[in-house]
């Protein structure tokens, strides 16, 4: 396998050759359209779970006090957000520039303007002051069981008291162990959806 396939699509600059995609999603009434790129998770369609997690938090209740996508890629999860909760500002963090700058693109391209979008890993940038009533993130499972931990407990220092954290993971990649700790932490976790190996997975801060 060449380099540049080979290459993370958690990389901060990944160097693989371009090769956009324009991929439409539609849910419910809303039909978004979305251009990838080579170096980004899931370039050629929205990921299973990524749509498995959108289509399950529209319907969860959270304190309305902001929404943070950990892990956004070109942004499928964090726009619909906004898109769900036009009254909410939602921030979307990755350290990934290409696919960054391609969520950046698909917010302007989809007339969406309450977003906040810019790099942090994990919750490094993520101002330690702001707190979210949602966060959702799809984790990198390749970047490692320690990102991963770190993206399902750093949550809890980022949500406001009844603040919800939903997660989407394979039972495969480890959605035991995930729940194991996401028990640990908050004290509940709560199996939302199943589909197709894919669980979401619902904690709420205390």
């Not at 209740?61 to 898109?83: H, N, Q, R, S």
């Not at 990755?94 to 309450?114: P, T, W």
């Not at 039972?171 to 996401?182: D, T, V």
Request: proline residues 3%; hydrophobic residues 35%; charged residues 25%.
């Amino acid at each position: 396998m060449s380099e540049e396939k080979n290459q993370m699509y958690f990389a901060a600059d990944p160097t693989a050759k371009h090769d956009e995609h324009v991929v439409d999603y539609h849910v419910d009434d809303i039909d978004l359209k979305f251009t990838t790129d080579a170096g980004v998770f899931s370039k050629m369609r929205i990921d299973y779970g990524s749509g498995v997690l959108i289509k399950t938090m529209k319907d969860v209740t959270f304190p309305k006090e902001g929404i943070l996508d950990v892990g956004t890629g070109y942004g499928p999860i964090g726009l619909f957000a906004a898109k769900f909760w036009p009254d909410q500002t939602v921030d979307m963090v990755d350290v990934n520039e290409r696919g960054l700058n391609l969520a950046r693109q698909n917010a302007k391209n989809n007339h969406i303007s309450n977003v906040d979008i810019y790099t942090s890993d994990c919750y490094a940038q993520v101002d330690n002051d702001k707190k979210f009533g949602l966060i959702l993130t799809n984790p990198p499972i390749r970047a490692g069981k320690k990102v991963v931990n770190e993206i399902l407990m750093g949550a809890n220092e980022h949500l406001v008291s009844g603040g919800v954290l939903l997660v989407v993971i394979q039972k495969k990649q480890g959605e035991p162990s995930a729940r194991k700790n996401m028990t640990a932490i908050y004290e509940n976790c709560e199996i939302l959806t199943r589909d197709k190996g894919y669980y979401i997975l619902k904690s709420t801060k205390n």
